[in-house]
């Protein structure tokens, strides 16, 4: 276990925000806030059902992941020019910077805009060249992983990876999103397996309202790497026991499900016993424009909603985010050293 230097309690936020980490769990198109929506809109000419930002931020009172999934598709109809892909993913990056995320693996939802008439080409090359750039003029390293929408087909999955594939240099890996029950992983068996051949990295999001089978089988059939979620999986003893032998990691994102009502109150949360059964946790803000918090806004009210998280667990949610990252073991040991740097700091006196 690493020793790691004792940090006073009065500390711990402050060490929250300013500790290096990874963001893996975070839709671009989450990150859209309504002065955005409505700038883009301006910009393109698009048509939005709501008068103002304010008006739009007030229908952000979702009830389920369905309600919130309408809104998330009206908000994403502004985007249609590659440029306005850039400027959502820079915007983003650079905020995700200032939370000290030096890593974040982001997702994008191709059949959101391909079926509304854009191109793929735009979508990609938009979000790529915001990624490069960040990594100059920000400092923070990035990519992108490719989700299919599982409301949709297979065939549909399918055919959005053939789109994709010219530009298979430009992200790492696919992942799985969007409705969650009544569309089990399986259903998806097929692609998988080809984007496993085509040496895709592999992700699903699985168990924030599904059930603990949805897990199961998202390793097991999908054969995934990571658990977008899984906060169910505490209903499954033997589920656990795989996700921790396994080091498979669970990007947990708790005010997105305090927002959609996963958990009633932040206080119910189940971090810490996903912690404490030596998951590889981690802390993530899913779609942050829309559930009230960036990064550090995830981790602060955590924290202070759970008084049982001490100093010890921020270090392994950083280190776990690090160590479940797809970068090569060099540059997520650096990351790792920088962060118990970051606690040696908080501790002096
Ligand atoms: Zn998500």
């Known amino acids: 276990m690493t020793a790691l230097p004792p940090i006073a309690a009065e500390r711990l936020p402050a060490l929250l925000a300013a500790m ?50 309408d809104i998330y598709y009206a908000g994403a109809s502004v985007l249609l020019h590659e440029q306005d892909f850039y400027d959502m993913a820079w915007a983003y990056l650079e905020r995700a910077a200032r939370d000290h995320v030096v890593h974040a693996e982001i997702f994008f939802d ?67 999103d969007s409705s969650e029950l009544g569309h089990p992983p399986e259903k998806f068996a097929r692609v998988f397996a080809r984007c496993r051949e085509l040496g895709l990295r592999l992700v699903a999001h699985a168990g924030e309202e599904g059930p603990p089978a949805y897990i199961w089988s998202a390793l097991d059939v999908l054969k995934v790497e990571r658990i977008d979620h899984g906060v169910q999986a505490v209903h499954d003893a033997a589920l656990m026991r795989r996700l921790a032998e396994d080091r498979i ?45 960036y990064m550090n806004d995830n981790l602060v009210q955590t924290f202070a909603a759970l008084p049982q998280l001490d100093a010890r667990d921020a270090w392994q949610l950083a280190h776990n985010s690090f160590e479940a990252s797809f970068v090569a073991p060099d540059v997520r040991r650096a990351w790792q050293e920088r962060l118990l740097g970051s606690f040696e700091e908080a501790a002096r006196p």
């Open 249 to 293: 990691a669970l990007t947990v994102c708790p005010l997105s499900n305090l927002k959609l009502r996963v958990f009633p109150e932040l206080a119910q949360h189940n971090l810490k016993a996903l912690l404490d059964a030596g998951l590889v946790a981690t802390v993530n803000s899913d779609d942050p424009a829309y559930f009230g918090g």
């Open 110 to 176: 191709p059949q959101t805009h391909t079926a509304r008439g854009v191109g793929m080409e735009a979508v990609i090359r938009g979000l790529h060249r915001a990624s490069q750039d960040a990594r100059e003029r920000l400092g923070i390293s990035s990519a992108l992983i490719l989700c299919f929408l599982r409301h949709l087909s297979e065939e549909e999955a399918f055919a959005t990876l053939e789109e994709a594939m010219p530009f298979r240099g430009q992200f790492i890996g696919v992942g799985l």
């Open 20 to 69: 290096p980490k990874a963001e893996l769990h975070i839709h671009i198109e989450g990150s859209l806030e309504p002065e955005m929506i409505f700038q883009l809109a301006n910009r393109n000419g698009v048509e939005l059902a709501y008068e103002s930002v304010e008006a739009l931020r007030r229908a952000y009172a979702f009830t389920d992941l369905q309600s919130f999934l």
